[in-house]
């Protein structure tokens, strides 16, 4: 693991960035992740790559899984989180979050999915409500982030907006997260180059609230977003 930036709040509190090329399984056995925020691609993907380990960990069978992934990806409209919780008792992650993402159908209208400029509002709100979930429902403090682009087309501005996002919940949130890790193939220390100026410039902005709706489901809570209704 690759140490990046450490930020530091408003309040005073600090989580640090790291880097890691491997796979989640390795860090959540050894207690350096305890949540999990992966776009909804399949296949040679992080999702994909995870997804036995996931199972196995959380409890959940991997058809549901990958069920939840596809109807997120293909056939909801909505930008959409998808919060699976562990069902099993002594798992090393509190739950994973199926993120809507590039390749989502939710996507389209926001920008060209293919070849497009990363539409920054789009990845900063789906990673703000993401570790907003995940703090407040499930406790977590050790985030860990895959790509939210299609495979082989991250890009710098996604992660700044990444961590723009962890930033502005941590300034809200005095003892929100310890630690949070860019996770995985088509990222590169490249590609963080912008977070370590966050700090610098301190032109982090302010947070702008958006609506969202929780919906229960079995087996999971969808986190609707909602750009018509800002706060």
Known sequence: MIPVATLESRKGTRVSIAYDPGRLETLAREGKVDTYIVATEDGLSPLGLNRRFLSADLGVPEEEIVHLADWNRFKNPQVTLVAVSSRRDGSCLRGVILAASETSECYKRFAMPV???????????????????????????????????????????????????????????????DSFIFLGCCISLQHLAG????NAAGKTGEHRPISSQLENREGCVLVHLDWKHDA
């Open 195 to 198: 977070i370590r100026r966050l």
């Open 115 to 177: 070849y497009g400029r990363p539409y920054r509002d789009f990845y900063y709100n789906v990673t703000y409500e993401a570790i907003a979930f995940a703090s407040e429902k499930w406790g977590a403090h050790r985030i860990a982030i895959s790509h939210l682009s299609g495979s082989g087309r991250f890009h710098e501005d996604i992660a700044t907006c990444n961590a723009e996002a962890l930033a502005h919940y941590c300034d809200a949130i005095a003892t929100a997260i």
